[in-house]
């Protein structure tokens, strides 16, 4: 059984359940992502469709399984403004404050020689940010692209023409099920006086503990329904095939993946604490996740001494850049 857990520190794709295809696509076959209600689908398809992903993600895009190991980073977003006025935020979407920018900064030179070529967010401004901050930090010097494919239009009209910009991009996909949980009928309202008038110990059942939803709300358990499904349906596969993913997100949606990673019990998850902008990292590997702490920083020998294929990682990165 897991230890309790306190990380005072770290901060649909629908995939046919049998395929073993990335969103890197490979010479002939391509993958096309359709949004249909709320969720990707990817469909296999042959070069002669025509091809909708093909924005950023080319034939030849470079992810080729080498490796049964990745990385996995979890964000969660820096300070909000409603954060720094200690208000229920929820599925609200409101942008990060000045020290919420600096976080995800921050964040973003502790993890800038861990390979990221994936990017998750919730669709929330907040995780956004501080995925787009913290990226132009990384060390690998590639620009994050927001995939939008809510319509043919859209993808048509962001399609980038050149093989060699497209290698130099990260693909970032914006899901919805990786929001903050729904706070229901707290939204907006101040923490500290939603305790006074409810008293503490009704507070803390509705913001930690994991059956208990807020009022007109969802519980940590209603969000991990979406947030864990997502993860398992579209992040893991990715993983599975060498692909390093970062993902930005929230409190409470990260807290139920985090679970998931570890083997919370819902016990345990109610102690779980995530800081704004703080990097974690796992290792993903034969399957099972390895927690790795949070990098303090590039030049940390601790982190690259976790895996070959990290240290050779950042082996490339100093002798590219010197
Ligand atoms: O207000 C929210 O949306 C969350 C995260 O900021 O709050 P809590 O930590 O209470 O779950």
Redesign the pocket.
Known sequence: MATVVSHQLIGSIHRPSNSKASLFPKESLYLPIKFRQNRFKIEATTASQTPVLDTLLSPSTPYKKKTNEASLILIRHGESLW?EKNL???CVDVPLTEKGVAEAIQAGKRISTIPVDLIFTSSLIRAQMTAMLAMTQHRCKKVPIILHDESEKAQTWSHVFSEETRKQSIPVIAAWQLN?RM?GELQGLN?EETAERYGTQQVHEW?RSYHIPPPKGESLEMCAERAVAYFEDNIQPELALGNNVLIAA???SLRSIIMYLDKLTSQEVTSLELSTGLPLLYIFKDRKFMRRGSPVGPTEAGVYAYTKRLAQYRQKLDESLN
Do not use: P, Q, S
């Open positions: 954060n229920f935020t929820g903050e706070y923490k913001r929230h409190g409470n």
